[in-house]
């Protein structure tokens, strides 16, 4: 069975600073790797995939994610956080058309 | 522009008592998923149509049906809610490539049970 794993239940960063939201994933075969961002009581905002192709993958709000097959990573980064990024973000991987997401990380950026 | 819509947005019933939730998308997409999620944890998919096909979920417990009349619309039914049934209802849906394609989420139903 396919899993992504988010180690960190929370990221704590300062505004105007560089921030990474880890992910790993276990998979056979080509992983089919998102990036999803959620609101409070809001629904799930697509941000960026890995399909093939370039490892650097670029996204929405100025994020991307690089996917590493070596290490098994696709960790999510911003160069300058801002205040409005503080959300719950989910990495996912495809698996037969059903998401598989980890367990979330809540990111804050305070001022 | 909402693409995937659910209504209500917060929906409250009562123990017991039977309760549907709607989601309407405007994308024509073929596949439409309906997730459970509690608290600060990940979605768990309950079933999904892929057209009329409907596939359920292993771990989805009968209480929990879902109608999907035309490509459009699509319902989930709780036959007889518990407390632990009490959650946000993610619905989301994707191009026929399920595997590579983007699934679009509406803003979701939460569901309170008294």
Redesign the interface.
Known sequence: AQSVAQPEDQVNVAEGNPLTVKCTYSVSGNP?L?W?VQYP??????LL?Y?TGDNLVKGSYGFEAEFNKSQTSFHLKKPSALVSDSA?Y?CAV?Q????I????T?LSVKP | DAMVIQNPRYQVTQFGKPVTLSCSQTLNHNVMYWYQQKSSQAPKLLFHYYDKDFNNEADTPDNFQSRRPNTSFCFLDIRSPGLGDAAMYLCATSRQDRTKNIQYFGAGTRLSVL
């Open positions: 089919y998102f999803y009581n809001r629904g799930l905002q697509f995939k399909i719950l989910f495809n037969g058309g059903k998401l997401f980890g367990q979330g809540e």
